[in-house]
């Protein structure tokens, strides 16, 4: 059998078929492994499972002798670096009884009357504002995946929001553009000279593996749990890990005496005071690599000794909060961050990040 595509749900695809009967499991990728869209531990829990993943194949079509599947072609494939642009090496037919095609998701609106008014674009999806949701028919709005492609399930829960917004003032009479405020609240957390709110002490700990099902019990039923959950133990040192995300380091540059403690004690060398410059410049001066380049730096203003500035890379910061109390001058302080996200309702409402 084989499994077209390498997301989360051809992981589950290839997983179930072994628990029904199938054998044999090949999951057919298009492109190199650190391309793929699965997570890492599901790819992980398929190949102990006996699941083969095969890179760089891409299928041409379906062998079919006697109007029988026997087998599906592929092209083998080459390519450069960001696996953009590929090479052809050559077609080879790979023999299967069965293929399960897991390469994604097809909207489905048969019962939209196409004479509705409702505008329909790309991939039969209605077309959308992006902000009010609206489509090109007045009062019906879309969210989800329905309206703006795959994306995830906190997504779709933002987009009932807005949404929602916007079926209130269509309801009262309001423009459906008309959007109410986003605010946030900061409050330091600080209550002495070295007293915090919050638990700072910051834990190494790599993640813990959550304990298996044996494989000789995992294929008896296919509603067999795999994952049997943390020991007492493990639990321990996983909610240790646990990240002080709604708390928000904060950087007053007068304050600064460029002293490095907060660089020398940070954990993750998230921090850097370099001289100032172009951001492709900046990122090849920074204590630790910034290999996620999506994420912003945030760079302070000139720091009043020397005119360098304070670098941040939010991606690697875990808010322990250690910047701030090494800091003597008070410059690093560590505040509670509130987003005030308005819905549907009179008044803003107060959500922890």
Known sequence: MLIIGVGNTAMDCCRSSLRLGGADIKVMARRPRSFFKASSWELEDAEEEGVEIIVNHAPTRFVIEDGRLVGMEFQRLEWDEQARHSTVIDTVVIPCDDVILAIGQENAFPWIERD???????????????????????GVFFGGDSAMGPKNIIWAVEHGHQAAISIHNHCEGIPVSSRPPQGINLVSQKMGITEWSYHNDYNPSTRQRMQHVELTRRFQSI???VEVGFSAEQTAREVQRCLNCDIQTVFQAPLCIECDACIDICPVQCLTITENGDEADLRQRLSAPAKNLDQALYVSAALPQTGRVMVKDEDLCVHCGLCAERCPTAAWDMQKFELLIPLAVSTPVAVPS
Not at 125 to 133: G, I, K, R, S
């Open 116 to 138: 509705l008014g409702l505008e329909v674009g790309d991939w039969d999806m209605p077309v959308v504002d992006p902000v009010t949701f609206q489509s090109s028919l007045p």
């Open 223 to 225: 509603g067999t749990e």
